[in-house]
């Protein structure tokens, strides 16, 4: 798949706001409570910060000694976060080229992806993952399984506007087998949003220990539809039934049964119903530790989840591993990166 320039991108974008329909998702979509999530003020405007960045600021912002009154990480980070996805798009396409020339480095992929709206973002991450010689299969597990209906939709929508291109395509043209068809299922946003039948949910725990017992292709396909089509409180009474059929947990089931990038993707989302915030609080710390700080993955759930749960995610990472999100931040990254990485978790001290 070919490269696509910037200019490609923020004619997308520029589209999305001049042009985009009344229920377009990048017109339409607006910021969870920040102020609530973030616990953080800040008075200067997106326009104003762009205005100084354009004046001569760009040596400050650039090695991270951030001059009043942009005094400092938190403020700029704040800035954006706090500002609805029109007020982004107005001032997006300058700023983007403006935060690429100026940055460098893993403290530019955060400030640039802190200025797409949320659906944008994992558009942004989506096409990325995608285009080139390889697949980065573990950001489509990641987001395609943990993302609802309606953000799966305006995700479908945002990758159109921006890149001119069909998501459910690129998926089914970059992947392959099971793990492309339960792909496929997540990426129609089709999941049943109802309450929990229990005179089902022993049926379905029925065919779900089947297919780790038979596992052959129509098993698999039987397996898939059930996780990505039943409702999240109907597959927490699935699983239960599932415990008390096989004696085992979900996801231990699968860990035995499967392999590969379609096992990683049934496990993530068996993960996402049982806890959400648990399942990214992991990804995070495998991140961290196991493959020596792995940065894509470390910025991509910090932004994604910074105006969603990310606090919630931050009391569940302390509570699994011990030490704080906060803590092992500092202690793996550094400089700049380090305290735009630290504002984003809103974090004061390292208690929580």
């Given at each position: 798949?070919?490269?696509l320039?910037?200019?490609?991108?923020?004619?997308?974008?520029?589209?999305?706001?001049?042009?985009?329909?009344?229920?377009?998702?990048?017109?339409?979509?607006?910021?969870?409570?920040?102020?609530?999530?973030?616990?953080?003020?800040?008075?200067?405007?997106?326009?104003?910060w762009?205005?100084?960045?354009?004046?001569?600021?760009?040596?400050?912002?650039?090695?991270?000694?951030?001059?009043?009154?942009?005094?400092?990480?938190?403020?700029?980070?704040?800035?954006?976060?706090?500002?609805?996805?029109?007020?982004?798009?107005?001032?997006?396409?300058?700023?983007?080229?403006?935060?690429?020339?100026q940055?460098?480095?893993?403290?530019?992929?955060?400030?640039?992806?802190?200025?797409?709206?949320?659906?944008?973002?994992?558009?942004?991450?989506?096409?990325?993952?995608?285009?080139g010689?390889?697949?980065?299969?573990?950001?489509?597990?990641?987001?395609?399984?943990?993302?609802?209906?309606?953000?799966?939709?305006?995700?479908?929508?945002?990758?159109c506007?921006?890149?001119?291109?069909?998501?459910?395509?690129?998926?089914?043209?970059?992947?392959?087998?099971?793990?492309?068809?339960?792909?496929?299922?997540?990426?129609?946003?089709?999941?049943?949003?109802?309450?929990?039948?229990?005179?089902?949910?022993?049926?379905?725990a029925?065919?779900?220990?089947?297919?780790?017992?038979?596992?052959?292709g129509e098993h698999?396909?039987?397996?898939?539809?059930?996780l990505?089509?039943k409702?999240?409180?109907?597959?927490?009474?699935?699983?239960?039934?599932?415990?008390?059929?096989?004696?085992?947990?979900?996801?231990?089931?699968?860990?035995?049964?499967?392999?590969?990038?379609?096992?990683?993707?049934?496990?993530?989302?068996?993960?996402?119903?049982?806890?959400?915030?648990?399942?990214?609080?992991?990804?995070?710390?495998?991140?961290?530790?196991?493959?020596?700080?792995?940065?894509?993955?470390?910025?991509?759930?910090?932004?994604?989840?910074?105006?969603?749960?990310?606090?919630?995610?931050?009391?569940?990472?302390?509570?699994?591993?011990?030490?704080?999100?906060?803590?092992?931040?500092?202690?793996?990254?550094?400089?700049?990166?380090?305290?735009?990485?630290?504002?984003?978790?809103?974090?004061?001290?390292?208690?929580?």
């Open positions: 798949m070919a490269a320039s910037l200019q490609k991108v923020d004619d997308g974008m520029a589209k999305a706001y001049r042009g985009g329909s009344s229920n377009s998702c990048l017109t339409t979509c607006s910021l969870a409570s920040t102020g609530a999530e973030q616990g953080v003020r800040c008075e200067v405007s997106i326009a104003d762009l205005h100084l960045l354009k004046q001569g600021n760009q040596g400050s912002l650039s090695n991270g000694n951030i001059s009043s009154p942009l005094r400092s990480y938190r403020t700029t980070i704040c800035t954006v976060l706090r500002h609805s996805c029109i007020s982004r798009l107005e001032t997006t396409i300058d700023l983007i080229a403006d935060l690429k020339e940055l460098s480095s893993h403290f530019k992929e955060v400030m640039v992806g802190l200025m797409y709206p949320p659906p944008s973002y994992d558009a942004h991450e989506l096409w990325h993952a995608m285009k010689a390889g697949t980065d299969e573990n950001c489509l597990i990641e987001i395609l399984a943990s993302r609802t209906n309606g953000e799966i939709f305006q995700i479908r929508e945002a990758y506007l921006q890149y001119s291109n069909n998501l459910q395509e690129d998926i089914y043209s970059e992947t392959s087998g099971h793990f492309r068809d339960t792909l496929m299922n997540l990426v129609q946003g089709t999941r049943e949003e109802g309450y929990a039948d229990p005179a089902t949910a022993a049926q379905d029925m065919v779900l220990w089947e297919a780790c017992q038979q596992k052959t698999k396909t039987m397996l898939q539809m059930i990505c089509n409702s999240y409180p109907q597959l927490w009474l699935v699983f239960q039934e599932f415990q008390s059929i096989s004696g085992q947990d979900m996801v231990d089931a699968i860990n035995d049964c499967y392999e590969g990038y379609f096992q990683e993707l049934l496990v993530a989302i068996v993960r996402c119903v049982q806890d959400k915030a648990s399942y990214f609080a992991y990804k995070l710390y495998r991140a961290i530790h196991d493959f020596g700080f792995h940065n894509k993955t470390v910025i991509r759930i910090l932004i994604a989840r910074s105006e969603i749960d990310l606090m919630t995610i931050r009391k569940r990472y302390k509570e699994r591993f011990g030490k704080s999100l906060f803590h092992d931040i500092k202690n793996f990254a550094s400089g700049h990166y380090e305290k735009a990485l630290l504002a984003i978790c809103a974090g004061d001290v390292e208690g929580y």
